[in-house]
């Protein structure tokens, strides 16, 4: 047995602005979250195995959860009709708090399975095995998920359309907190497309104010305006409340870090549990705001710094 060896990593993902209205055509904007990563070592072995936090054993008795990866596995195996393998996953994505963990898990894998089999790709082929692996995962992904994972650029996503990326020009910090509660992306998608049915014309015009606040959110990074992309992010919050998707919880968090020196903060993903996201002027501000956070009762806490970049 070969002891060759193939490691692949990807990071989280988070969700800045536009959660749900991009459900009805609007733009959104997401970051890579390198705060959270996944880590897939293969190597060669006897019979396809895994061993993860969640479960360790043969890959053919994987868990219900666990079909996409058990998937992905088979279809690179064969693509490439390479010897079994054993997969060690190691991540620190928490699962189902609209972080991208089972994206993050499918882009290491592929690329760990690329290295050990030391096979030159390029990301449209990374991107079209983790999107098969995501229908497995979540049925209908939009794909923002896996581009988000596999990249380093904030990404401008549109549905039906091709991803553009920018620059992460912004002097700031960003904190994420996690409320400790599963997200409920599907029951918040769902009570939103109620509330469009039953109110057309407000629920419409709210929509449409997120939609703007991305393409101002954009403007914002694109231009270093760290206070106003803090106003825009209370703006969406107050958006996303009107729309019924956050919680008290959530809502604690947001009013906790606005309190303490953020330059503003909303709930990001699906809502009503999940994350909630807070953005700073300096990493000292981040580190407090982080702080009272977790005595607010966030179950974790990441920091990022988000950068200004030259180009030259
Ligand atoms: O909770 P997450 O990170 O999977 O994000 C959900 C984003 C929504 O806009 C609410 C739904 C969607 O499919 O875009």
């Known amino acids: 047995m070969s002891t060759q060896k193939g490691i692949g990593i990807a990071n989280g993902k988070i969700i800045l602005m536009g959660e749900h209205a991009v459900v009805y055509g609007e733009p959104a904007i997401a970051f890579p979250f390198s705060g959270t990563t996944v880590t897939a070592t293969l190597t060669t072995a006897s019979s396809p195995t895994l061993t993860s936090s969640y479960y360790n054993g043969p890959l053919e008795q994987v868990p219900t959860e666990l079909t996409s990866i058990q998937t992905l596995v088979q279809r690179l195996t064969n693509d490439y009709q390479s010897p079994a393998c054993h997969i060690t996953i190691e991540s620190t994505i928490p699962a189902e708090r609209g972080m991208g963990s089972s994206a993050a898990v499918a882009v290491a894998i592929t690329r760990a399975f690329f290295a050990w ?14 999107n098969q692996s995501e229908v497995i995962a979540h049925g209908n992904p939009s794909g923002i998920d896996a581009a988000a994972t596999s990249g380093h650029d904030p990404i401008l996503f549109e549905k039906g359309q091709p991803f ?3 620059a992460l020009n912004i002097d700031a910090h960003l904190i994420v907190a996690d409320t400790g509660v599963k997200g409920k ?15 057309p014309q407000t629920t419409l015009a709210t929509i449409q104010q997120l939609g703007q606040l991305v393409n101002d959110a954009k403007q914002a990074i694109v231009l270093n305006q760290a206070t106003e992309l803090g106003m825009i992010m209370n703006q969406a919050h107050h958006y996303l409340q009107q729309l019924g998707v956050s919680d008290a919880t959530l809502d604690n968090l947001i009013t906790c870090a606005r309190e303490n020196g953020a330059l503003g903060a909303k709930l990001t993903g699906g809502g009503r549990g999940g994350c909630m996201i807070a953005l700073a002027q300096s990493a000292l501000d981040a580190k407090k705001i982080a702080h009272k956070l977790t005595q607010a009762g966030a179950k974790s806490t990441w920091i990022q710094e988000l950068g200004v970049y030259e180009y030259a």
């Open 164 to 166: 553009t990326t920018f």
């Open 117 to 130: 089999q030391k096979i030159a790709y390029d990301t449209k082929q990374l991107l079209a095995y983790v």
């Open 185 to 199: 992306t599907r029951e918040t998608v769902k009570d939103v497309r109620a509330l469009m049915e039953q109110h």
